[in-house]
């Protein structure tokens, strides 16, 4: 165990690396011995996920640890057997680790209900199949550059298109293409946060963005969440005290409570925005999954304090990685270079695919009858979810995710782990948590929790409970 001092000027990361690696060099941990999992050792130590996560990682990076997929981490030198018949069974806990390297392994597991992504069925498959044939009818000659560095030129036009018809106003030179909107968030917090910065978030928000965040060295101040909007009142405590430069949000079908805010938190957020003189980036995501058509963010800030972000992914397949930023002329100039640096240019190819896709008549199809699939898949899972005993914080009716709760269960990560045993991936609320904190909460993805084996196993838990 180390002796950590939250009070000493020496960051706790910096704490951990430099204690872990003098027991290394002491041989008080010998080559081939594995560390404690992340979990364990936050709660050991009573220092967050986070923490742990970029300790370890920086060991890695130092050389002074393996990261072995499915078995943990282990003094670098003898590493584990690598025959499988005689490799450590696959081996996970319930921290950032999960949802950022592991989450898209098949972990064992038969029903994944918490994944952010829609079944493989469920996706548009055949507009897929179709813009590959028509991609392969292209010249060669039509590829052997990188591009242009904001991307596809007719694909910045046709998004420029949708969004004006959401009632936001950009031309294409507005439009930064990047890969996938993991990729946007990258560029846009690399260039707005520097270390130390107070940034405000979703709570319960977004864990990509969060470790994203973290990295970047920002203090991250959440803003709690509510079935259709903020609190309000906090943010602006929060905005009074700390003079955040940015404030990261989803405002429709919010992973993972699903929630969206209403016409008048819009308005009351950009308010504060401008009066406590802060940028927004609308991580709009799951714009294709609503059906209302709500005005976002930035169809009423016209991107002049609203950074959009967007992407295509979500419904016609997770590896078409095509994302997108809108914002003001300006600032997309500023943000080119941070693309450049990177990546250079994003894919030409996975962006005349995505165009062709996009420019095909069925599409338009496709995305209605995908939401009518998650209606009906909404109404199935609350009431299931209600008949096993647990609470609903809020009911969409759209996008993907329920967020729910089992009221005799404090720590959601308790109920996970007896389903991990029969191999049920839940994922708990601790997951989506700037700090980290055990909840009650989980997040259910109603594409996948269809199956009855989930039901019977949240009903016996229930049944067991009281």
């Known amino acids: 165990m180390l002796l950590l001092d939250p009070a000493a000027d020496t960051p706790l990361v910096n704490q951990i690396v430099d204690g872990i690696a003098r027991a290394i060099d002491e041989h008080r941990l010998r080559p081939g ?6 979990r364990k050792f936050a709660q050991t130590h009573g220092v967050s996920h986070f923490t742990v996560v970029d300790a370890y990682d920086r060991l890695v990076a130092r050389g002074c640890l393996n990261a072995v997929p499915n078995a943990g981490f282990f003094v670098r030198g003898l590493a584990p057997e690598e025959n ?7 081996e996970f806990d319930f921290d950032a680790q999960l949802l950022l390297h592991k989450v898209f392994q098949p972990l ?8 952010g992504l829609l079944p493989e069925h469920w996706l548009d498959g055949e507009g897929l199949l179709r813009g ?7 010249t060669p000659s039509s590829f052997g550059n990188y591009g242009h560095g904001k991307g596809n030129a007719r694909l910045r036009g046709k998004l420029a298109d949708r969004l004006a018809d959401a009632g936001v106003a950009a031309n294409a030179e507005q439009i930064l293409l990047t ?6 968030l990258d560029i846009v917090s690399r260039y707005l946060v520097q270390r130390g910065d107070a940034v405000l978030v979703d709570e319960p928000g977004y864990h990509n963005l969060f470790l994203n965040l973290r990295l970047q060295g920002a203090q991250l101040l959440g803003v709690p969440r ?3 909007g903020l609190d309000l009142a906090r943010l602006e405590e929060l905005a009074q005290r700390h003079r955040p430069k940015v404030f990261f949000t989803q405002a429709r079908l919010q992973s993972p409570t699903g929630g969206s805010l209403s016409l008048a938190a819009t308005h009351r957020l950009l308010q504060l925005a401008e009066k406590y003189d802060f940028l927004i980036v609308e991580n709009d995501i799951y714009a294709d999954l609503d059906p209302g058509g709500q005005l ?4 009423l800030d016209q991107l002049a304090r609203v950074i959009y972000i967007g992407s295509l992914s979500k419904v016609i397949a997770p590896a078409l990685r095509v994302g997108f930023i809108a914002a003001h002329p300006e600032l997309i100039e500023e943000l080119l270079p941070l693309k450049m640096v990177s990546g250079l240019t994003s894919s030409e190819i996975t962006e005349t695919l995505a165009l062709d896709i996009l420019l095909q008549g069925r599409h338009r199809k496709h995305v209605r009858q995908l939401r009518e699939q998650l209606a009906e898949a909404h109404e199935s899972v609350a009431r299931r979810l209600e008949a096993a005993g647990l609470e609903l914080f809020h009911e969409p009716r759209a996008g993907l995710f329920l967020w729910a709760r089992h009221p005799a269960v404090a720590d959601a990560a308790v109920l996970a782990s007896r389903a991990k045993e029969e191999r049920i991936l839940l994922f708990p609320g601790q997951l989506f948590m700037p700090d980290g904190r055990t909840v009650p909460w989980m997040r259910f993805n109603v594409a996948h929790s269809l199956d009855g084996r989930l039901h019977d196993f949240l009903t016996r838990q229930a ?4």
């Open 179 to 184: 890969s996938g909107a993991s990729q946007a």
């Open 132 to 138: 590959l044939r028509n991609l392969a009818r292209e």
């Open 84 to 90: 499988p018949a005689q490799a450590p069974a696959p």
């Open 463 to 466: 049944d067991a409970d009281r």
């Open 296 to 299: 976002a963010l930035a169809g």
């Open 108 to 115: 064992g597991m038969e029903l994944r209900p918490g994944v």
């Open 226 to 228: 509510s079935a259709d």
């Open 33 to 38: 011995a594995k560390l404690p999992s992340i």
